[in-house]
């Protein structure tokens, strides 16, 4: 345990809201990648800390957003997730069962209720593969799909449900545009009829114009189905109009994760603060009277994160005790949740991860 | 202002084994001097083939400037030689690119492609030109400039990177300043670092920019005037302010509407503009937005719209006039619906 203290179970505005089941629970989780030298004997010489102690809650039928500036973490956070890396510590539970302590068979049952949309859709496709066989290969692999008929219609009715015409379905993939691909990647997620989707940046290659497509899609089949969505992106207009729930990730950290409107109100974090002046806004108007937070420098890398808060050597408001003690993530009302120093209720800790009394 | 360089009725078109790409249509427009123009438009657009071709950095074969004329302080650019046109490229016209990583040599320290150019455009030897590249780099806000002169492109962060191609494209004081979506690959905290660089650089120097951007909302805080291409048209055009207040082309509309604006509440449902762009193999004879068009009249489909003057300012390439149209007023979304 380093970064999220013990009282991290409900998160949010469960009880006001109708959302109120929790359908995955994240809680420390840690993702390091080794990095080795040597040929034949490898030593390990330090690691990457690209997900360093996570901690949050997801409801059922809600979106949560996960932004952050590239490298940040947020992808490994969803791979993570699915256990498509074996995470270092922590514990992801998805509906009651923690992913991380079951055996593989168990697993391979359990991806049927979670799948992922990726970013870009030339390389997420097999080129030799047919959209039919694209979107069917999940019914065949977990052998829910009957026959070959069943399956072939199973795999037209999920072309209809995305807007794709059925009769594509003998098509090759470069036959489609990006938009289009990207829409057949929903359909091959929608296949095995999954409560939880994890969108992994899944506009961010396509044109302006075909975005606002694939937005409304997402929304449509969420409202119909029911499901769940982890929303990756960069872009935080987007993550804006998408999300419930927001949460920030900086060098491996979640700094702060609030609800939709509280957060783009009432941003927290330093770097929150920042990044969302940082966007620009399609208005001249209100573009010349903004202020914009310039952050000096750049991430510093993951191998070796700075003492204290990752965010010290950027922030504009640092003080001593960043530079020493790292801050807990700490709910500061209705489930708004912060690490940083500025806020009274936010503690210090130790390397350990464990509170520590600093004098003010 | 005096026009720094005036382009009239550029064509490139790109001669394919699969037929001949209409790249770019016949675009008219002026810059200024000190001016920024955003050229604004889609993948596929024309919009970077359309720069390119100012200073004719499009490879031929199998692309070919098949007709125009670039006016540039008296001459035209595309009658230049090789050579004349190499005492202007790098030097009064300099260009940035969009992936700082590629557009660097990456066996070539920083300040060896610096230097080069300055040596020979402006014929320095190697300690002048070196003392003006360290200046370059504290210019662009390289920290501890002199030391990583000597550093390889690699050792650069990519925010920093694009600094450097900043300082390369300033190195000759150019009077305009070609910028092709140079802060697409960064993320936006060093994004905005870079634009407001270029804004504090411009009022220093005083050159010309014309940058090139898919982004509605870089332009929105950086530009004078904006030109929204579409198919390797000129669609619309005008004074920023003008443009974003009151756009008058259904694409730019379109545009404007299908982006989720960070200041506004949560739109109940973004408005995409349905369909494809149309192949440019073989482009119609209609206006090109007209299969994606909810405005769409008879007219448009029997000829494709000039971009035809609506005011002193500003010019549109459309039949239809939207003068009464609102951009996020739900009253307009439902004429949207009752027109299409």
Redesign the interface.
Known sequence: MTTQNSNSADVSTAEESTQDEVLLSVDNLKMHFPITRGIILQRQVGSIKAVDGITFDLMRGETLGLVGESGCGKSTTGRAILQLYEPTDGAVVFEGQDLTDINSGELRRMRRRMQMIFQDPYASLNPRMTVGSIVGEPLEVHKIGGSRREQQQRVQELLEIVGLNPYFINRYPHEFSGGQRQRIGVARALAVNPSFIVCDEPISALDVSIQAQVINLLEDLQSEMGLTYLFIAHDLSVVRHISDRIAVMYLGKIVELADREVLYENPLHPYTQALLSAVPIPDPQVEKKRQRIILEGDVPSPAEPPTGCNFNTRCPQVMDICRQYEPSFTDVGEGHRVACFLYDEVEALNEAGQPVAVAA | MANLIEVRNLQTQFFTQDGIVHAVNGITYDVAEGETVAIVG??GSGKSVGVMSLIRLIPEPPGKIVNGEVNFDGQDLLQLNEEELRQIRGNRIAMIFQDPMTSLNPVLTIGRQITEALELHLNMNREESRARAIELLELVGIPDAGARLDDYPHQF?G??RQRVMIAMGLSCNPQLLIADEPTTAL???????I??LVTRLQSELGMAIIWIT????????LADRVLVMYAGFIVEEGP??VI??QPRHPYTL???R??????LG??K??????G?PPDLLDPPQSCPFAPRCPFVIDKCLEENPPLMAISAVRSSACWVDLSDVEIYDTSADEQVEAVA
Do not use: C, F, K
């Open positions: 889609e993948s962060s925010g920093m993320d936006v905290t060093i994004q905005a670092q634009v407001d898919h982004d509605l909302g870089v332009v929105a805080g920023v302010d974003y207040g379109g545009l404007l299908s982006i989720p604006r960070l200041d949560r739109q449902r973004l408005i995409p503009i349905e494809l």
